[in-house]
């Protein structure tokens, strides 16, 4: 079965009302509908992504783009997601068991197995290899990246709006210009924001991650026309590795923007 039917015909538990549904009901009709396969809840991926997307919300509404995301967690998990983020629930499902994402060969990431460990201890171990760059390539390049800025990439936090990152004292944007200037991603602007998500995922961490089988699990994403046609996929390979271009990871929608034009019939 092709990847769209797949997708089409599957039903998972919707965080908003709890009722098993198909994941694109409702987004049939949408001139582009972008699936997210995110890996757990409480990974940095998954929170990283969904930021991106609700500060991209308007121009992704602009663009007629319909959202579904299944993310490895269980409802409770969906809600505190939801809560933290702001991602409207109705637009998210829950795999308890990373079944979907073994359906569709995503990456399982690393798997070593010790003898003596239970299942879970070894999924942290291989978490924590993973961090380290082992089986994860680009993620060290990637956490730098964070912390020494970046001057291809946005400006991440608005000069006026204050970050709430514990230990940290709360921080302005404009406190951000003494790393560096504006008006592009500034030396510790990332990585605040990293601290400000590992936070909240260790505060509530028998919430975001009730199965801890599955921490190293990647996900992938998906963009499809109206008519199911596949337009764009990423299929991740490293932790902070969910998007090709993570300086901007939703800069394939307007990549794709740009490519119809060039292929757009003349109207002289």
């Known amino acids: 079965m092709s990847l769209y039917p797949l997708l089409s015909q599957t039903d998972r538990q919707r965080v908003s009302d709890g009722i098993t549904a198909p994941i694109l009901s409702g987004c049939e009709s949408a001139?582009?509908?972008?699936?997210?396969?995110?890996?757990?809840l409480g990974d940095f991926d998954s929170l990283e992504y969904v930021w991106w997307l609700q500060r991209s919300s308007e121009q992704l509404q602009a663009k007629g783009v319909a959202i579904r995301a299944v993310g490895i967690?269980?409802?409770?998990?969906?809600?505190?997601?939801?809560?933290?983020?702001?991602?409207?629930?109705?637009?998210?499902?829950?795999?308890p068991i990373a079944d979907l994402h073994q359906q569709l060969d995503l990456y399982a990431g690393?798997?070593?197995?010790?003898?003596?460990?239970?299942?879970?201890?070894?999924?942290?171990?291989?978490l924590m290899l993973m961090c380290a760059g082992i089986g994860s390539p680009g993620t060290l390049a990637e956490v730098f990246r964070?912390?020494?800025?970046?001057?291809?990439?946005?400006?991440?936090?608005?000069?006026?709006?204050?970050?709430?990152?514990?230990?940290?004292?709360?921080?302005?944007?404009?406190?951000?210009?003494?790393?560096?200037?504006?008006?592009?991603?500034?030396?510790?602007?990332?990585?605040?924001?990293?601290?400000?998500?590992?936070?909240?995922?260790?505060?509530?961490?028998?919430?975001?991650?009730?199965?801890?089988?599955?921490?190293?699990?990647?996900?992938?994403?998906?963009?499809?026309?109206?008519?199911?046609?596949l337009l764009y996929e990423h299929r991740d390979r490293?932790?902070?590795?969910?998007?090709?271009?993570?300086?901007?990871?939703?800069?394939?929608?307007?990549d794709l923007?740009?490519?119809?034009?060039v292929v757009k019939p003349s109207n002289f």
């Open 31 to 40: 001139p582009l509908q972008l699936v997210l396969l995110l890996p757990q």
């Open 73 to 95: 967690g269980d409802r409770g998990a969906g809600q505190q997601f939801c809560a933290y983020t702001g991602f409207p629930p109705d637009w998210l499902f829950v795999d």
């Open 110 to 126: 690393l798997s070593l197995k010790l003898p003596g460990l239970s299942v879970a201890q070894n999924a942290w171990l291989n």
């Open 146 to 229: 964070g912390y020494r800025g970046d001057r291809q990439a946005p400006q991440l936090i608005a000069d006026e709006e204050t970050i709430h990152a514990a230990p940290l004292p709360p921080l302005k944007g404009s406190f951000f210009q003494w790393a560096g200037g504006k008006g592009f991603q500034r030396p510790f602007e990332l990585a605040t924001l990293r601290l400000r998500n590992m936070g909240e995922v260790l505060s509530h961490w028998k919430t975001y991650v009730p199965d801890a089988a599955y921490l190293t699990q990647r996900g992938a994403t998906f963009l499809f026309n109206n008519q199911g046609e």
């Open 238 to 254: 490293a932790i902070l590795g969910f998007a090709e271009k993570m300086s901007n990871p939703l800069s394939f929608l307007s």
């Open 257 to 261: 923007a740009t490519e119809e034009e």
